[in-house]
């Protein structure tokens, strides 16, 4: 699986957009982006996936480059419930759950 | 719908001891899969099961094993445990297993080993 880079944390005000970054350069064609999120002692959440068109739902957006080398997860409304650690994971178009966390982004939504 | 549950929530054990823990899926899922959390090597996964079958596997001892039955209901199995094997155990059910589906998590098992 393509290996990410995350920045290990970012601070957003509440009632802010907060926009994560995310670096798969490696990334191939089958590749899919998945974002998780993790609130503390909790099991993580699943936000959104993509492959290659920008994705939007209930909890948030995910646009993704045009060459698919990094992607951007918002959130567009903080709130200080959102104060999570950010997982970018990607991996491909098979079968099977194992998915690959790295360190991840700790988001501090501040009042 | 009722989500993934896992038992017990909290344990404690003896190092040499072994443990079983629980993870029901949420209902109509057949893929199970485990992770162990550390604050030092963070979330790894372990092991996942689809239909009864160990379908992928991770990087972990023989020590590590685990089971699903008909049900889709899954154990995982620590044998001889050893105080690094102190970690918050989480269990993961999905649909289908196939990507891109989302799994989801259980509240976990913290296993504390002294």
């Known amino acids: 699986d393509a290996k990410t880079t995350q920045p290990p944390s970012m601070d957003c005000a509440e009632g802010r957009a907060a926009n994560l970054p995310c670096n798969h350069s490696?990334?191939?064609?089958?590749?899919?982006v998945y974002w998780y999120r993790q609130i503390h002692s909790q099991g993580p959440q699943y936000i959104i996936h993509g492959l290659k068109n920008n994705e939007t739902n209930e909890m948030a957006s995910l646009i993704i480059t045009e060459d698919r080398k990094s992607s951007t997860l918002i959130l567009p409304h903080a709130t200080l419930r959102d104060t999570a650690v950010y997982y970018c994971?990607?991996?491909?178009?098979?079968?099977?759950?194992?998915?690959?966390f790295g360190p991840g982004t700790r988001l501090s939504v501040l009042p | 719908k009722a989500g993934v549950t896992q038992t017990p929530r909290y344990l404690i054990k003896t190092r040499g001891q072994q443990v079983t823990l629980s993870c029901s899926p949420i209902?109509?899922?057949?893929?199970v899969s485990w992770y162990q959390q550390t604050p030092g090597q963070g979330l790894q996964f372990l092991f996942e099961y689809f239909s009864e079958t160990q379908r992928n596997k991770g990087n972990f001892p023989g020590r590590f094993s685990g089971r699903q039955f008909s049900n889709s209901r899954s154990e995982m199995n620590v044998s001889t445990l050893e105080l690094g094997d102190s970690a918050l155990y989480l269990c993961?059910?999905?649909?289908?297993?196939?990507?891109?589906?989302?799994?989801?998590f259980g509240q976990g098992t913290r296993l504390t080993v002294v």
């Open positions: 490696t990334i191939s064609g089958n590749e899919y």
């Open positions: 209902s109509g899922h057949r893929s």
């Open positions: 993961a059910s999905s649909l289908y297993g196939g990507s891109p589906t989302e799994a989801f």
């Open positions: 994971i990607v991996r491909p178009d098979n079968y099977g759950q194992n998915f690959v």
